[in-house]
């Protein structure tokens, strides 16, 4: 592929850190799902281990996934702390998962009663982290089911590790009423745990809740966005700013490069890219890069209203987003060349363009964005 994605490691060590602070060492869970939210699930734990001999990542450190692949990717790459993966269950398989999952030392999270008869009825278990939906009405046992599931399981201790729930909106509101009310939910819950002589683990925050609720640390942080310094959105940012009034400094780790291949001569009244969207109103020069929506460029950031750093020169996209190529305007640039760099995430001589000013001209979040760039694409560790 033409096109190269750089992780800064030390931005990312430094986003770790910040969290150690806030939670504390052994409270914080660094999710490293979805190719580590398009970071590179290999290059991120390289970086975060970098020159330390695992210094950062200690022996009981979580790590999260949402998949037992990602697991054994971690356990591959030489990884001996904890694993939970947080994604469904398969129900075909479900025997087959948990005996991986026990082969791997990973622990996994039960949310229904299917998965957890089967978990029930087999006589080597892995270890298992139950959730409760407390108002996201995805995955989870509701929080009235709490003393039935306990009494099914006190006879199971040694096996249950945590207690979990998941926020459904802290990262889009000032006022945090609902997530309140999750938390009440949360901790009937535990309650019933408890007078049945069940202790695990609690945990609730993810980014966004670690960063404003501290009544939801708990015993583990899922620290997932905000480890690749991503603030989850403006609203929390907001929140926190007028919380705590000073903001943390979360530093982005991923830039994204590609480069000139093609410079065209486009004659005024022509045409320019599919749907003929765009017709040249002068004599234009039109640079050609080899990046499109399958190497997850967003083909909605098209047509003039967004725009790529070339030499440090803001060069607006214009027509629509190809497959695999795109066009830029670069008439106003008076030295430019097949070859030279383009920056479609990062800084270029002072000038900067966001994962955040990307996915706000795609009309999606950081997220999306971020976990969408292509997999196969080099990530290249700084």
């Known amino acids: 592929m033409l096109t190269w994605v750089k992780i800064d490691g030390s931005a990312l060590r430094h986003n770790y ?5 806030i939670a504390g060492e052994e409270r914080v869970a660094l999710v490293l799902k979805s190719n580590a939210y398009g970071h ?5 734990y390289q970086a975060l281990t970098a020159g330390s001999k695992d210094e950062t990542l200690k022996k009981n450190s979580y790590l999260c996934t949402n998949y037992l692949f990602e697991a054994r990717a971690l356990r591959g790459l030489g990884f001996a702390g904890r694993i939970l993966v947080v994604g469904p269950l398969p129900y ?8 991986e999952a026990r082969e791997l030392n990973a622990e996994v999270i039960i949310g229904n009663r299917e998965n957890l008869e089967s978990w029930l009825s087999l006589s080597e278990k892995p270890q298992v982290h139950i959730k409760f939906d407390t108002g996201m009405s995805r995955q989870g046992f509701y929080a009235e089911e709490a003393f039935s599931i306990a009494d099914l399981l006190k006879s199971h ?3 249950v590790i945590g207690l979990c729930t998941h926020f459904a909106n802290v990262e889009d ?9 999750q938390l009440s939910l949360f901790d009937s819950a535990v309650q019933a745990f408890h007078k049945n002589g069940l202790t695990p683990l609690k945990h609730a925050a993810s980014s966004a809740s670690c960063l404003l609720l501290k009544q939801s640390r708990f015993d583990l942080c899922r620290i997932g966005i905000s480890l690749y310094g991503m ?19 979360l530093l982005p780790v991923l830039s994204w490069y590609t480069t000139i291949t093609t410079l065209k001569t486009v004659k005024s009244g022509q045409f320019i890219g599919y749907g003929c969207s765009i017709r040249a109103v002068q004599d234009m020069k039109v640079a050609v890069l080899p990046v499109g929506y399958y190497e997850g460029f967003p083909r909605l950031a098209s047509d003039a209203h967004s725009y790529v750093l070339i030499r440090g020169v803001r060069a607006p996209i214009v027509g629509r987003v190809c497959m695999n190529m795109m066009m830029v305007d670069v008439t106003h640039l008076s030295t430019v060349t097949i070859g030279d760099q383009v920056t479609l995430i990062g800084g270029d001589q002072g000038e900067t363009i966001s994962a955040n000013d990307l996915a706000g001209w795609a009309q999606t979040i950081n997220y999306e964005l971020l976990s969408r760039i292509h997999p196969d694409i080099p990530r290249i560790i700084q």
């Open 17 to 21: 850190r910040v969290f150690v602070k």
């Open 40 to 44: 590179g699930l290999k290059e991120t």
């Open 92 to 99: 075909e398989t479900l025997h087959d998962h948990f005996a």
């Open 157 to 159: 201790k040694k096996n």
């Open 173 to 181: 509101v000032l006022e945090h009423d609902y997530a309140a009310k």
């Open 231 to 249: 603030w989850p959105s403006k609203a929390t940012r907001l929140s926190y700013l007028q919380t705590f009034k000073d903001l943390v400094e």
